[in-house]
Structure formats: C-alpha cells, structure tokens
C-alpha cells in the first residue's frame, strides 16, 4: 500500500500547478491525502480527479465551500496501519505528544500549515510527517512531498523533493 501525501497546495493561484513529478507519484499511488489548504474547490477537483481516492482535511485559507465539505480532521487506513490527518498541528514545542492524545487510536499523523517537511517518531513507533509544499515553500530550501508506503507490516513515509 502507497499514499501520496501532500498539504498546503493553494491553488489557484496565478500559474501555479502541481509539479509534474507530484502528479505522476499522485497517479502511481493507492490513496491520496491532503492535510488541508487545498484554498479554492478548484484545487480539490483537480487534485481528486488524478485517480486515487483522496482522503482530506480543510485548512485555513481554504474557501468556505469547501471547508463545509471536509473535515477539520480525520482519520484513513493504510494498510493495518491508522493515520490520523489535520491542518495545523500546533506550535512545535510538544506536537508529537499532543497528536499522540488528539489521535489515540492512530499509527501516525499527517499535517500541513508550516509548508515546512517534518518527520519525528516517538520511542514507542508513533509518527508525525508534514509533507511541506509542492507548490508554495516559503522558508523551505524546495517544493516537496511524501509517500507513506506499508509495507511488511511496518509504515514508513519519505519526503519527497520536486
């Protein structure tokens, strides 16, 4: 099993699109998620229609439209594996307890909102990833993406640079 993660797209906006080596992991991939700031339902469409099923979140510049029709959280298998999914993960000093008791019941985390890539483990196996940005990153040195792959009964997620 293989899911394209991605967060924090914001699009439209002026030419901006998904890379194509983003659309080409998206289209190889069994289940899409998105941690939120799709912004415009555009966005969504474009990104749902790739193929996978897509699993999202709404963040906080997504239009009103589409924040109606996604949830604030969630929560997908992967696998044998439970990833919870969420916008903004908070300040950085305590993130990975405080997901660990938002979600009890979850494997890992994803979550967007910094467009800044994070992968931290806890010594018990939870994880917390932030894919970053394929389109917008800010302080961050590129644009990027993961991939959460279960494989062996173990999940792993890689960042992925565009």
Do not use: W
């Not at 983003?22 to 555009?42: K, N, P, S, T, Y």
């Amino acid at each position: 099993m293989r899911a394209a993660l991605l967060a924090d797209t914001h699009m439209p906006r002026g030419r901006r699109r998904l890379p194509d080596e983003c659309v080409r992991i998206v289209a190889g991939a069994d289940l899409v998620i998105h941690a939120g700031d799709f912004m415009r339902q555009e966005a969504h469409d474009e990104i749902a229609a790739i193929g996978p099923p897509l699993v999202a979140v709404y963040g906080n510049v997504d239009e009103p439209a589409l924040a109606r029709r996604l949830p604030e959280r969630t929560e997908v298998e992967l696998g044998e594996h439970v990833i919870g999914v969420i916008h903004d993960a908070g300040p950085a000093r305590g993130r990975l307890q405080r997901m660990r008791r938002a979600f009890p019941q979850a494997d890992a985390v994803v979550f967007g909102h910094s467009h800044i890539p994070l992968h931290e483990r806890d010594p018990e196996g939870f994880q917390i990833f932030n894919p970053g940005s394929p389109t917008e990153r800010r302080r961050s040195p590129g644009h990027t993406m993961g991939v959460a792959t279960v494989a062996a009964g173990k999940l792993r997620f890689e960042l992925v640079e565009l």
